[in-house]
């Protein structure tokens, strides 16, 4: 990975010895922010390679903004892991999607899928997420919360990269750039990100959208509990029928 700094970028004030996330406090992390919102994304991942310890890696759905991070990690850290959940279940078209980004961008991309089949799940519990909220929420722990797990685990992460964004939801209209979570940093080097500020890297970088966006598609998971936008629905109902939001990678459900 490329470290090198920008001779402008701020210093870290908290101490190198402690950026450990098991020993930082609150206002630790609040100060290490602070340093963060007035750099660039190029800038904010330069500073997470060179100051937070560990494997570095970033996860991606392959979505319909999934182009703008990994366009930015491929331009500023490039050979970084890109984690890619495979629940077995995803569109065809997102498949495509990401053989596509995959070798456009040269990606090192890793894999991951639940250690049981889609197959033997059905047969043993059902179509899960058609068991209501409690069927979904089971669902996405065996086929992408456990993946995701192991892949951080064997990858030995100790900073876990995404591209969450404030404007995407409710639930994530609160998040840092830098947090921690199971004993690990999360960095969102684009949580401050506007739509417009997608759009406009989008066509900056004339990266190629996901088939799906056209169809009507705001929003793109497994096929049976992802629908288009239609008049009149909150993009919020278009994923898992509208009884959740968050699948429980990024937060706790």
């Not at 999934?66 to 629940?87: E, K």
């Not at 059905?122 to 456990?146: C, F, H, M, P």
């Not at 591209?163 to 969102?188: C, M, N, P, V, Y």
């Amino acid at each position: 990975m490329n470290a090198q700094l920008a001779p402008h970028l701020a210093p870290v004030s908290v101490s190198a010895r402690a950026l450990d996330p098991a020993s930082l406090t609150a206002d630790d992390l609040a100060e290490l922010n602070a340093t963060l919102i007035p750099l660039n994304a190029q800038q904010r991942i330069q500073w997470a390679l060179q100051h937070l310890p560990g494997v570095h890696a970033l996860s991606t759905s392959f979505g319909v903004q999934s182009a703008v991070s990994l366009h930015l990690f491929a331009t500023t850290a490039p050979n970084i892991p890109v984690i890619m959940v495979d629940t077995g279940y995803l569109f065809p078209e997102t498949y495509r999607y990401a053989d596509q980004l995959t070798g456009l961008l040269g990606l090192n991309l890793q894999v991951y899928q639940a250690q049981l089949s889609s197959s033997w799940m059905e047969t043993r519990l059902g179509k899960l997420w058609d068991a209501g909220s409690d069927g979904i929420a089971r669902y996405n722990q065996l086929r992408k919360v456990q993946p995701m797990q192991r892949a951080l685990d064997e990858l030995g992460v100790g900073c876990w990269h995404a591209g969450l964004r404030r404007e995407q939801s409710t639930s994530r209209k609160h998040i840092a750039i830098l947090e921690i979570k199971d004993g690990r940093f999360k960095f969102h080097p684009i949580a401050d990100w506007s739509d417009i500020d997608i759009g406009a890297y989008i066509l900056q970088h004339d990266l190629p959208e996901h088939p799906l966006l056209q169809q009507g598609y705001v929003s793109v998971g497994d096929v049976h509990t992802t629908r288009p936008l239609q008049p009149g629905m909150d993009a919020s109902n278009t994923r898992f029928f509208g009884l959740r939001r968050e699948c429980g990678l990024h937060f706790d459900l």
